[in-house]
């Protein structure tokens, strides 16, 4: 358990917590909420040692370790990334290396035979202890996490200092989860995470066994991790149960009854001031003023926090474009040897959203580039369709702003004048409020510049939008300015995020990228995952014409005013008009599979059957040599626990050589284990 006694910290006048007793228990997974400034990293930097308290104290076990997770700025340089990761394992490898070296000298026979004895017995505690602390599976650990992370096993033997900024951040947080501390402090972890790593730190997270505190503004995130949420506001911390929704709830709640006491409070305290200054020179009213003063004195004044704004945006408007959007007929792009793309086709109708979706390096941004206009591709054509006016929001779109200009100036700038009048209410909406909108560009942080080229696009009239990862940088109440604003986009939306709140939110549609292909799959990203988990279930399904949620060849989008027969909603089952556009996938009749089409399902069928009897055959050989080592490994063990074991010298060494070999045999046999059946789980 850790406790916050009466803590206190400030910044000059500004008071971040005052006087806050609080406290955590083993298991806790904790979410941090707050607006910006409240205090949220500086409270983890106080958890963590790096930060002075002003007052109070931070009560934890003597031997509790701390990892702390900070949102930028970690480096690794001078070893390999393996080499790197495995540090968060230095005391087992500590242990590992002093048993080679025990080894090694085991076979001196100049060694006198009580130095011998007294070796055998340090080898025989180190073991134990080395057994106890699953040095066996370090191997595993670290490469179920590295590729969790998204790590791949070429990057194993490559230099830290080649990472990017991002992949450098990933190392630390792999670091710290292989070394599972007692409390784990994460700020803002999934800011450098693709979404499958962000789905696989969830369901890590979720089975961790220790506390768990976490700042976050991914809602999804925050919903499938956290059970509690502490809401730093005031000087203070509120606990609210449960995940964010629930937060949000019970926290709306809360302030409305504190507003109505609030309002009560002010009623009262006016009544008794306007007694106090009626009758204060009255002298037979003198007693009863006096009473009144001492009440006023004794009140203690209810906090409400401030009202979040809410800004309502509408884009400005823009003439339609034609039905066909945008096209790419056999595009084709590659960085030297690597192929991101090859022969993609891409049809996009007006009034598509899409969800790029892919993993980190895969052809996201790249495949913007190309439908922007911005990058050419190899090979193909682009072809663009009548009256499209397209907005591109690039990755690095922040720092193509002005410096010289200032925040009002470069929202002017560009803008429609029926536009400008909300200015400040959206610059308000992404944390630009009084004398901010008069600072220089050039002096805005990272994320202030980020929030800046946001807004900038919101007032830029389009048809057509296309955004490459526009969340970056955004607080909750940023996003959800944005998310409104696009959920009520008359035009095209193509957009990369990162967020699943953001893309469950928006997209109808999802395009998948990776292996030089770019699949079109209808229905939100929700869907995709759902049809994903039913293909390995029933692979044969999934590979055969009827699987819902795939579309055939590369990317081509099947327009469903064009499909003949009912259309299948993978999610529910339901049938429904040919013109929706919920639907996963058109499904021919009965009748029009032909004899051919219908032998060579059956051939897939058996292929299938043969492969997946072929991995239970292997499963099995490997599960029974694992017992067969483990039994022997129990049988050495008995033998070595016997009185009088060490007095023969030469006989123990042999034995403990074998016992040896085993163990690491046993280790080896898991990881093909391990490979095994996660290969069957991808069939």
């Known amino acids: 358990m850790i406790q916050l006694v009466s803590l206190t910290k400030a ?36 958890l963590a040692g790096l930060e002075e308290l002003d007052g109070g104290s931070i009560v934890k076990p003597a031997v509790q370790k701390v990892g702390y997770l900070p949102q930028d700025g970690l480096a690794h340089a001078g070893r390999t990334l393996y080499e790197e990761a495995s540090l968060a394992f230095e005391p087992v490898l500590a242990m590992k290396a002093e048993m080679h070296a025990i080894e090694a000298r085991l076979g001196d026979p100049a060694i006198p035979e009580d130095e011998h004895n007294q070796m055998l017995a340090r080898y025989s505690d180190l073991q134990d202890h080395f057994r106890l602390s699953d040095g066996y599976s370090i191997d595993l650990k ?49 800011n450098h995470l693709d979404l499958d790593a962000r789905n696989w730190l969830e369901e890590f997270l979720l089975g961790y066994p220790h506390a768990v505190i976490l700042v976050s503004h991914d809602r999804f995130f925050l919903d499938a991790v956290v059970t509690r949420i502490a809401d730093l506001n005031l000087r203070t911390l509120t606990d609210y149960v449960g995940n964010y929704s629930r937060y949000l709830v019970e926290s709306e709640a809360r302030l409305d009854r504190l507003r109505e006491e609030k309002r009560v409070q002010d009623e009262e305290v006016a009544r008794m001031q306007m007694f106090i200054n009626r009758f204060r020179y009255q002298a037979t009213k003198a007693a009863q003023v006096q009473s009144r003063i001492k009440m006023l ?44 793309f ?29 439908l922007a206009g911005v990058e050419a591709p190899d090979r193909g054509t682009r072809q663009t369709g009548h009256n499209v006016v397209m907005e591109y929001f690039a990755q690095d779109e922040a720092a193509r702003l002005n410096p010289d200009q200032d925040v009002y100036e470069t929202l002017v700038k560009g803008s429609p004048e029926h536009m400008v009048p909300a200015i400040r209410n959206i610059l308000g909406g992404f944390l630009f409020s009084g004398d901010d909108i008069y600072k220089r560009v050039g002096v ?32 909750l109440d940023s996003k959800d300015v944005l998310l409104d604003a696009l959920i009520a ?88 008009g040919p013109g929706t556009t919920r639907s996963a996938a058109v499904v021919p009749g009965d009748g029009q599979q032909s004899h051919v089409e219908r032998k060579r399902i059956g051939a897939e069928a058996k292929r299938v059957e043969r492969e997946r009897r072929a991995l239970e055959a292997r499963v099995a050989s490997l599960e029974t040599k694992i017992a067969d080592c483990e039994a022997a490994i129990k049988a050495i063990e ?36 391990e490979e095994l059946q996660t290969n069957a789980g991808k069939q």
């Open 444 to 475: 805005l942080s990272g994320g202030e510049r980020t929030r800046l080229a946001v807004a900038r696009m919101l007032l830029r009239p389009s048809n057509t939008m296309l955004l490459d990862e526009p969340t970056n940088h955004l607080d």
């Open 142 to 190: 670290i490469a179920t996490v590295l590729g969790g992370l998204g790590f791949t096993q070429d990057d194993w033997e490559r230099p830290t200092q080649t990472f990017s900024g991002g992949w450098q951040m990933r190392l630390a947080l792999a670091k710290l989860l292989l070394a599972r501390p007692d409390l784990l402090l994460l700020d803002e972890p999934t």
């Open 297 to 340: 004195e004794k009140v203690e004044i209810i906090e409400v926090p401030p009202e979040r704004k809410h800004v309502h945006f509408h884009f400005p408007t823009c003439a339609k474009s034609g039905r066909t959007v945008l096209e790419l007929h056999g595009v084709g792009k590659a960085y030297g040897p690597i192929v991101v």
């Open 11 to 46: 910044f000059g006048d500004r008071v971040l917590f005052d006087k806050v007793t609080w406290q955590i228990s083993d298991g806790d997974r904790v979410g941090l909420c707050g607006p910006n400034g409240a205090g949220k990293t500086t409270l983890l930097r106080m």
């Open 342 to 370: 090859c022969e993609t086709s891409l049809h996009i109708e007006r009034g598509d959203r899409i969800a790029l979706i892919g993993r980190n390096g895969a052809g996201k941004s790249t495949l913007m580039r190309m």
């Open 489 to 576: 986009y008359g035009g095209t939306l193509i957009f990369v995020s990162h967020d699943r709140y953001f893309i469950d939110r928006l997209a109808t549609k999802t395009i998948e990228i990776g292996g030089g292909e770019a699949i079109l799959q209808l229905g939100t990203y929700e869907e995709l995952l759902w049809r994903k988990a039913a293909a390995e279930t029933s692979p044969v399904a999934a590979r055969s014409p009827q699987a819902p949620g795939r579309t055939t060849g590369r990317v081509t989008t099947n327009s469903p005013a064009k499909a003949s027969g009912p259309i299948k909603q993978a999610r529910h089952g339901a049938q429904i």
């Open 638 to 673: 008995a033998s070595m626990a016997a009185p009088g074991f060490y007095d023969d010298r030469d006989a123990a060494s042999s034995v403990i050589t074998r016992h040896q070999a085993l163990m690491w045999e046993v280790g080896d046999l898991m990881h093909q284990w």
